[in-house]
């Protein structure tokens, strides 16, 4: 079975940045559509954004479009979700997770039942 980890969280300042990573650690992501996703205390988990297998075709919620820019290398094998211009509401552990897909240009959707392997979590805090 897939197994995501992810890296990357830690403590912002408002209007700051952060860079997460997401990569498995027994097999390549390159089969799989990746997503992240987050989960505030006290609220249920929501998409952030997702991104297809070549990279082509990215998806966000609409709070994050425009602030928030998922991204992957196929060669390392990686998936990064960039975070700018970070608030307090952005307080959250970020998960990522994958599904498989034979289509290049699959995204998956913003919603968990669209993905089957998930990662631990990184923890997200935006504070000054």
């Known amino acids: 079975q897939l197994q995501l980890v992810e890296s990357g969280g830690g403590l912002a300042q408002p209007g700051g940045s952060l860079r997460l990573s997401c990569s498995a650690s027994?097999?390549?992501?390159?089969?799989?559509?990746v997503g992240w996703f987050r989960q505030a205390p006290g609220k249920e988990r929501e998409g952030v954004a997702c991104?297809?297998?070549?990279?082509?075709?990215?998806m966000y919620a609409d709070s994050m479009e425009g602030r928030f820019i998922i991204s992957r290398d196929n060669v390392q094998g990686t998936v990064w979700l960039q975070m700018n211009n970070l608030t307090p509401e952005d307080t959250a552990v970020y998960y990522c997770?994958?599904?498989?897909?034979?289509?290049?240009?699959?995204?998956?959707?913003?919603?968990?039942?669209?993905?089957?392997?998930w990662g631990q979590g990184t923890k997200v805090t935006v504070s000054s």
């Open positions: 991104i297809s297998r070549s990279g082509a075709h990215t």
């Open positions: 997770a994958a599904v498989r897909s034979l289509s290049l240009e699959y995204t998956g959707e913003l919603h968990t039942l669209a993905f089957d392997s």
């Open positions: 027994r097999f390549t992501l390159n089969a799989y559509a």
